[in-house]
């Protein structure tokens, strides 16, 4: 079987430290992601949705602003886009494929089940009904099952993970087909498939994800792995810093003038109502930012270390949050807290929370689950090696 990579290509994925396969600076936009949704959800149910009268808030003036943090999700999908196309290199043929998806599932898969598992104990002790599909399609991931109407998984942030997943599946159709240039493979159906939508029109759920224009964002991933690739990046850093500076300043403009479209692109994108509109005012800002630190090359300092720690516990925060912030809103609801501070301290709590998780849970299962794919010696290739990036 032909190398799905060029020896260029392979070169590049080794980048990457042995034993750690990462680089510092996708660990930090990492945190950036996963602090910007748990803005998102801390402004949103703690400032504009509480039960009483809240003052105004100075870090989330507008319902706007909150729902803005739900950008950190687009950020995680070109870090994914990046990511998956510079460990994609290690893999080879059908095998590499399904170790790669393995390997994937390893490690988003359980923590996400654990979570979903806890809650859903929490609705059943509640009494609180639960739809069969949103059991379905959090056992799934992806909603192979749904037709015209999307189930929610119990774990209602499943949804970005169908999204991975699928982006993951396209990934494996290459390596399994031993197409060379697989980035450009991948560049051409990530770009081409939310144009089929667009003109087909799907009804069924998984044909509307698998068109969809968040795919566009993956893309964005893989066209900064092809400009760092050929070290560009470094180069274009000033003009990509520039170009973030402008977009997002526009960004913070349509925010205040326009909040009822910021409203839409946050709730509406999922079906494919506002994901073009979304693809373009939030992943290319998310583009920009990625590519301006992934090419600045410096990730020295205080400040630059905590955020890597916070990158390395990124899932578990994404995935713990919600809990958090469920529990300050009760908070809020009985004690007159500052609205700015209760914010910040969600943030903060969610932060520790998430490393607690990441140390207790995540670690051990991520483990145990490699340790399992180590023994099954007819799904490793002689040439594969495992990719261990964090999501």
Not at 242 to 260: D, R
Request: hydrophobic letters at 55%; one cysteine or more.
């Amino acid at each position: 079987m032909a190398s799905t990579f060029t020896a260029r290509e392979r070169q590049v994925a080794s980048v990457v430290p042995t034993g750690t396969d990462r680089l510092d600076s996708v660990q930090i936009l990492r945190g950036v992601a996963a602090l910007a949704v748990v803005f998102n959800h801390a402004a949103i149910w703690l400032v504009h949705e509480p039960s009483i009268a809240m003052p105004r808030s100075l870090l989330a003036p507008i319902p706007a602003f909150g729902q803005f943090g739900g950008f950190g999700v687009d950020l995680f999908f070109v870090i994914s886009g990046f990511v998956m196309t510079l460990g994609a290199g290690r893999f080879v043929g059908p095998r590499g494929a399904l170790m790669f998806l393995a390997q994937r599932f390893v490690r988003v898969a359980p923590l996400f089940y654990l979570f979903s598992l806890v809650l859903l104990g929490v609705m059943l002790a509640g009494g609180q009904r639960i739809d069969p599909m949103s059991l379905i399609n959090t056992v799934t991931i992806v909603p192979i099952f749904d037709q015209g109407r999307y189930a929610w998984p119990i774990h209602y942030l499943g949804w970005t993970l169908a999204f991975e997943f699928i982006f993951y599946l396209l990934v494996a159709a290459g390596l399994a087909l031993g197409v060379r240039r697989l980035p450009f493979l991948l560049l051409g159906l990530l770009g081409l498939l939310p144009f089929v939508g667009l003109w087909a029109a799907p009804f069924d759920v998984l044909w509307r994800m698998l068109t969809s224009p968040f795919l566009w964002e993956f893309g964005f991933g893989v066209v900064a792995y092809l400009a760092f690739r050929r070290g560009m990046l470094a180069t274009w850093r000033p003009l990509l810093a520039t170009a973030f500076t402008i977009v997002f300043i526009g960004v913070l403009v349509e925010l205040t003038l326009m909040p009822n479209t910021t409203f839409a692109m946050a709730h509406n994108s999922i079906d494919g109502h506002t994901a073009i509109e979304r693809s373009i005012d939030w992943g290319v800002p998310a583009l920009l930012l990625f590519a301006s630190v992934i090419g600045s090359g410096d990730t020295s300092g205080p400040v630059a270390a905590a955020m890597k720690i916070v990158g390395d516990a990124s899932y578990s925060i994404y995935l713990s949050h919600l809990a958090v912030v469920r529990m300050m809103v009760e908070v809020v609801e009985r004690v007159a807290l500052d609205p700015d501070l209760a914010i910040l301290v969600t943030l903060g709590a969610s932060i520790a929370a998430g490393l607690v998780s990441y140390r207790l849970l995540e670690l051990p299962m991520l483990r145990h689950g490699r340790r399992r794919l180590a023994t099954i010696t007819w799904l490793r290739p002689s040439r594969t090696n495992a990719v261990h990036c964090a999501r």
